[in-house]
Nanobody, 122 residues
């Protein structure tokens, strides 16, 4: 399994920006597709974005398309989630995860980070 560490997160006003990062413990990081999911209180965990192992393909939930950007730096074993034009409904715990292929289905991801809280105030 790959260990994933997610520093970052925090409190931001609506309309603001935040960048999440997720660092992987293994040099085989570049073999994995990566995804970001989020879970708000009382809600199911939901897909946010995914990226292929090369970074050549990206996928987004409709709710974040045009506002969030997923990217990766395989030399640094790190995946990023740039979040712009944040809304209060983006408030959630955000998780990164690894998979063999990009997917919107949480069960297809094998390793998960510990999660980081993002709070957007109105």
């Amino acid at each position: 399994q790959v260990q994933l560490v997610e520093p970052g997160g925090g409190l931001v006003q609506a309309g603001g920006s935040l960048r999440l990062s997720c660092a992987a413990s293994r040099r085989t990081f570049s073999n994995y597709a990566m995804g970001w999911f989020r879970q708000a209180p009382g809600k199911e965990r939901e897909f946010v974005a995914a990226i292929s192992w090369s970074g050549g393909s990206t996928f987004y939930a409709d709710s974040v398309k045009g506002r969030f950007t997923i990217s990766r730096d395989n030399a640094k074993n790190t995946v990023y989630l740039q979040m712009n034009s944040l809304k209060p409904e983006d408030t959630a715990v955000y998780y990164c995860a690894t998979s063999s292929l990009p997917s919107v289905v949480a069960d297809e991801y094998a390793s998960w980070g510990q999660g980081t809280q993002v709070t957007v105030s109105s």
